[in-house]
């Protein structure tokens, strides 16, 4: 028995002396919140291979104007911005009204939203693993272009069903196989949970956040972009500005 798997038996046995019970997966969160048990380095670690990640990714972002965008139109007969594929989502207006309760008062707005194309965004996977006894959870280094500071650690699999469906004609995401599909490569949903996005630029979207557990033994390459990390590096590093992006604090919220 591993140290961790002996402090879990004796925080649950304390639990049980008093009365009170939790589930195992619940019970192991507690105490991997407890220290840092990482088998895969520490904290400055973690916080190092982060920065030299930020440091290094090659992603530019520059501001054009919206009629300058390739691959994107605007649909003479709604007005509505569209992907000439008929993909990812549709920027339209709204207008919104009896609204008293809002700062704007009764009278209500017109503005802007984005709609996910069938409302469902995509799966936000974190993929378990233990690993010298130890459960820790393979996240990445991911540049998006409204990132602040382009890198952010986010889950495993962070893909819309259109990334998914290759509707961007690239590659598959890394891992997608853990998360979606018939075979899920093996792995034990721990959790799994429709998650809903910023309603107020956002319309009806939500995503599917989901917990998997790989076999202990299963061999697992990852490219540099990804690390491993325990439960309490993950936490730790929410006290940090813009690191964690709200993908993987969704994620963890269900822990």
Known sequence: MSAFDAAVAAYRACLAAEGATV???RAETHVEAWKDWSTAGTLAEAEAWFEAQRAANPMRVVDIPLREVAGWH????TGNVRHDRGAFFVVHGVRVSNTAGREVGVGGWDQPMMTQIGFDGGVLGLLR??????PMYLVEAKAEPGNYQRVQISPTLQ???ANLDRAHRGRRPHFADWFV?????GGQTLWRAWLSEDGGRLHRKRNLGVLVEAPAGAEIVAPPCFRWMSLWQLKALLD??????????GILAGL
Do not use: E
């Open 23 to 25: 589930d195992p997966l």
């Open 74 to 77: 605007v649909d003479p007969a």
């Open 129 to 134: 693993q233990r690993r010298g006894g130890v």
């Open 159 to 161: 893909a819309t069903f």
């Open 181 to 185: 599909g018939t075979d899920r490569a």
């Open 240 to 249: 940090r500005n813009a690191i964690v992006n709200p993908h993987i604090r």
